[in-house]
């Protein structure tokens, strides 16, 4: 359902969540290891996200990318549609164009239950809220940080 673009994203915004606690400014290699991604791709990420407040930006030798309480405001669903559009959550799962209750495709009623409770979630819960959630249940956002015991 999300495309790798957006998956990137969020754990690229969620790393910067995460660290927000340590007041420090991250580069775009830095955060492309921290989360398992490619430079080239997260560097084409990050730009909009910060244009689009998302996180937060500095240029210059001592710049890079960070992420504030009010970037914190935010909610994943702010992040999905400023790399996809709007319509990400309405799309048919087999990406169908007819698809609705109208004219179901065949997983329509199985997945449309999932796909609104997890819209629920994106839309209702902050980053900032994100970010506990990683702190408290020990998430990872990388599976290099399967490899950091006690790091996560």
Known sequence: ????????????????????????KYG???????VDVPVH?????L???AKGGIISSVKGPHGGFYFTPENGQHNVCDIVHLIEGKSI?????MGLPQCGDANPCPVHYIVAPFKEEMLKKFKHQTLS????EIERDG??????DKDKPGDK
């Not at 754990?11 to 660290?19: Q, S």
Request: proline share 2%; hydrophobic share 50%; net charge positive.
């Open 28 to 34: 775009v290699k830095a955060i492309a290891e921290e």
């Open 47 to 49: 730009q909009p996200l």
């Open 89 to 93: 959550f309405e799309e048919c799962f």
């Open 129 to 132: 809220e994100f970010a506990k």
């Open 1 to 24: 359902m999300l495309t790798n673009a957006s998956k990137y994203a969020i754990r690229a915004v969620l790393f910067l969540a995460k660290c927000s606690k340590d007041n420090k």
């Open 41 to 45: 791709f997260i560097a084409k990420l």
């Open 139 to 144: 998430s990872y956002l990388s599976v290099l």
